[in-house]
């Protein structure tokens, strides 16, 4: 029985199994002849490199979209989501951004996933399935942080969006984040 990297549980990739796949499947060295069988018979469909899904019918995007944190995890295990997707928990203008060990942008259907290079889990970041979120604090220092707009969104939220979610995160809590 080979591990899930999605569940966490062992999941065979047989046909004779009586556990069900997970949704989204990573193919390894050690499970590509029997994610390649699940292929041919139809019971997986290629949503990306190395990605397969058991949704045979249904449109890789919304795959990825109901699955979004799980993949990224699969692609990028223990990368912190950071910069404004910290913040904000969600993709903006069809991008997500997240720290890891080197530069990388995946293009997925309907999602790009820009990994910066840097420090892994620190102190106050708090453990999200296969991926680590950071704190408020180091989420919030990383927006300060001055960037280049390249295609699609900022990675950083604007000076007067930050001012605005400190101003309603101290009215709220009365607390300093």
Do not use: C
């Amino acid at each position: 029985m080979k591990k899930s990297a999605l569940q966490g549980s062992p999941v065979p990739l047989s046909e004779k199994s009586l556990q069900p796949l997970p949704e989204v499947v990573l193919s390894t060295r050690e499970t590509s002849y029997q994610v390649t069988r699940e292929v041919s018979a139809g019971r997986l469909k290629k949503i990306a490199p190395r990605l397969y899904t058991t949704r045979v019918n249904e449109p890789p995007d919304k795959v990825i979209r109901r699955n979004l944190w799980d993949v990224v995890g699969l692609l990028s295990p223990g990368a912190v989501i950071s910069q404004r997707t910290a913040l904000e928990l969600k993709p903006t203008a069809g991008s997500v951004f997240i720290t890891g060990r080197y530069n990388r942008t995946p293009q997925l259907p309907g999602v790009t996933v820009h990994m910066v290079p840097g420090p892994g889990p620190m102190d106050g970041d708090v453990r999200f399935g296969e991926l680590w979120i950071a704190s408020p604090a180091r989420a919030y220092l990383e927006n300060l942080k001055p960037t280049r707009r390249h295609k699609g969104a900022s990675r950083a939220l604007s000076q007067g969006e930050i001012e605005d979610r400190l101003e309603r995160m101290l009215r709220v809590s009365g607390k300093s984040p």
